[in-house]
């Protein structure tokens, strides 16, 4: 039984690139959230999604960020024209439907920013 | 009110004695309160949780107590181990999304 997997595990982009963060829930969720880690904080939420379908990106930046979780294949967290402050870890976890706990974690990609 | 306050920020423990570690809530609407485990360059992993209908909960060697009234609950480790030498996130949630507490990083010694 597959957890959820994120790739890349690692990710350096330069100020301005755009980076493109990938997750694959567990076999059977169709619910994914996205959280960042920031250096010695704890986990904040971003988004949550449903296939097709953004629930609540309260916690989503206004610019330059976006989630989406398509019909086929993995959620994608995309951060356009990056900057350092864009420098975290980024978790998601996923849950088989609304409102049911725990959600499972992944081993997040680590974004840095050069 | 959606804040979850957790201390401390660090524990240092010797072997085989007992971790407390404390967080408060605000939101009264929360109903599902997990402590996750978090090990360099992991993600978090769920530990043990506990919902507002009950006020001590136990496995193994973790126990959570939650007190409704004073809107607190807390993470007892008992016989700590240096194998338990991680961060230790508490955590909230009544809709969908879980909020975080600033999580604490604890070191047990030999």
Known sequence: NAGVMQN??????????????????????SHVYWYRQLPEEGLKFMVYLQKENIIDESGMPKERFSAEFPKEGPSILRIQQV??????????????????QPQHFGDGTRLSIL | QQQVKQSPQSLIVQKGGISIINC??????????PWYQQFPGK???????IRPDVSEKKEGRFTISFNKSAKQ??????????????????????????????????????
């Open chain 1, 8 to 29: 890349p595990r690692h990710l350096v982009r330069r100020r301005g690139q755009e980076a493109r963060l990938r997750c694959s829930p567990v076999k059977g969720h």
């Open chain 1, 83 to 100: 900057v350092r402050g864009d420098s975290a870890a980024y978790f998601c976890a996923s849950s088989p439907f609304e409102g049911f």
């Open chain 2, 24 to 33: 408060a809530y605000e939101n009264t609407a929360f109903d599902y309160f």
């Open chain 2, 43 to 49: 993600g978090p992993a769920l530990l043990i949780a």
């Open chain 2, 73 to 110: 609950f807390s993470l007892h480790i008992m016989d700590s181990q240096p194998g338990d030498s991680a961060t230790y996130f508490c955590a909230a949630s009544w809709t969908d999304k879980l909020i975080f507490g600033t999580g604490t990083r604890l070191q047990v010694f030999p």
